[in-house]
Structures are given as structure tokens and as C-alpha cells.
């Protein structure tokens, strides 16, 4: 008797997991939503890193305040409080448009990490590419406010053995080189989907990403517009994340076939 139970425990849970994975179907008459991401408040000041303390101060100090100092800003904030890099993304869609993401490739130049947002599947894989004259030193978290971070690789990024040819003959050269790209697979444990990489040689070098569960998402420009097309008519919840804020925001909406609904997001200033 006992064992039937636990036969069918099995049974259920895995009906449960199937039914929550997002099945690819064609979609006709759908529609969409879109809308603008704002921040309203006093601007969050940057973090400040003192290059001094900080290994390649001369290279990456290019990029600098010209006292010795380089300023990350979390918020690319545009006219009229417009919030760039915002994820927004639809929740609940078990079956729509296909779920193929493009592949996810980030870059270090100018001892910077470029794009400082990604959007990706669990157990996509991640390049990163060192295109500086200078090594560097990936590490990945997966995060959660609950629980902590949990370390998710730890390794060098080679630049291109070339730099050091081009620096025999010329001095403080500025040239971009791809060196050996760094390929890993990002898999996020059950309930997490952030995850964040930073230089261990240069702490001012950040990545985010967000690990989502349909196609149906945007990521807001500069101008901190977002469209996402081809949803499936019903009521929904709609989602937004960014980087540097502790809360997600949400709202319901009513996707109407073949229109087009409005939805805008404001954040408070953290």
C-alpha cells in the first residue's frame, strides 16, 4: 500500500512539472503590450571605485573621472525619469510563439562587461569574451534575497596573446582583440532566476541576468519603452525587474485579440 502511494506521489509530481513546462504553438490573433519603465525620485547616486587600489589603474582608468576614480551607474536614467534595462516579461504563458532566445554574448571592453543586462533560458549557455589588453577574472552568483548567493564558476579570462606583440613596439596602445572566449552553461536551483557576474580583479565590472520562463519579455531602451507582440488573448501578470532595485513590479492586464494595451511601470528612487 505504501508503495503504491509513493508510485503515484511520483506520478503527480511529474504531471505537475510537465504541465509547467511552456509547450510552442503557433499563435493566430494575438496581442500586445507595451509601454514605458520610468523612475521618479532623487537620481541614486553611483558607486565610486578608487582605481589606486585597483590592479591595470593606468588602462582601465581611461574610463574615469580623471581623479582617480571610475563610477558605475545601476540606473541609465533618461528624459523624463525613462528607465533603460528594464526586463519586463509576461507571467503564466504555458503555450505560445517559440521559446528560441539568441544566444548570449557578452564582452569585456574598456574593463567594462557589455550589455549590463541579459535574458536567457535555464541551462543556456553564456560567452564571454576578453576583447582589453588586460586579464580578467569571471566570477558568477546566482542570487536570492532569501537564501544568499551561491558561487556558479570562478575563472580566468585570457586576453589575446597579440596585445602583448602590439605593446613591444606600442606604448599605451588602445586596440580591442578577441581573446579565448569563456563558455558556460547557467543553471539557477528551483525558485531563483538572477544571477550576476563580476571581475574579481576589477569590482567595478558587473553583468546581470535573468533567467525567464516564456519568450514573452522586453527589455526597455533608452527611452525606457518595451513591446512585447504575439501573446495569447487572456489576463496576465505582467512583471518588471532591473538590476539595481530590491523589488519587482507587477500588474494585471487584459490581452484583447489583435490589439494593442498600454501598460506603463514607475519605480520609487531606492
Known amino acids: 500500500m505504501g508503495m503504491r502511494v509513493m508510485v503515484m506521489v511520483i506520478i503527480l509530481m511529474m504531471c505537475s512539472s510537465m504541465g509547467l513546462a511552456y509547450e510552442e504553438s503557433p499563435v493566430s490573433n494575438g496581442g500586445a503590450i507595451q509601454g514605458h519603465v520610468r523612475i521618479v525620485g532623487e537620481p ?90 588586460v586579464e580578467h577574472d569571471i566570477q558568477g552568483y546566482e542570487t536570492a534575497r532569501e537564501r544568499g548567493a551561491r558561487v556558479l564558476f570562478n575563472r580566468p579570462l585570457p586576453m589575446n596573446p597579440f596585445h602583448h606583440v602590439v605593446g613591444m613596439f606600442v606604448k599605451n596602445v588602445h586596440t580591442h582583440l578577441p581573446g579565448e572566449p569563456m563558455v558556460e552553461q547557467i543553471h539557477l536551483r528551483k525558485g531563483r532566476n538572477v544571477f550576476v557576474m563580476q571581475c574579481g580583479f576589477h569590482p567595478y565590472m558587473f553583468s546581470w541576468g535573468l533567467v525567464v520562463e516564456n519568450p514573452y519579455y522586453s527589455i526597455s531602451k533608452e527611452d525606457g519603452a518595451y513591446e512585447i507582440q504575439d501573446i495569447p488573448a487572456g489576463e496576465y501578470e505582467v512583471g518588471v525587474w532591473h538590476p539595481g532595485t530590491k523589488t519587482y513590479l507587477g500588474k494585471k492586464v487584459l490581452v484583447e485579440v489583435g490589439k494593442t494595451s498600454t501598460l506603463d511601470f514607475q519605480y520609487e528612487a531606492p
Open 44 to 133: 541614486p547616486r553611483p558607486m565610486a571605485f578608487n582605481l589606486v587600489t585597483i590592479p591595470d589603474a593606468v588602462y582601465c582608468g581611461r574610463i574615469s573621472t580623471g581623479t582617480g576614480w571610475r563610477i558605475v551607474e545601476d540606473f541609465i536614467i533618461g528624459p523624463q525619469g525613462s528607465l533603460k534595462d528594464a526586463v519586463v516579461m509576461v507571467k503564466g504563458i504555458e503555450k505560445g510563439k517559440p521559446f528560441s532566445l539568441p544566444k548570449v554574448k557578452v564582452e569585456a571592453i574598456d574593463c567594462d562587461f557589455l550589455p549590463f543586462v541579459n535574458v536567457l533560458r535555464d541551462q543556456d549557455e553564456i560567452t564571454v569574451i576578453n576583447m582589453d589588453p
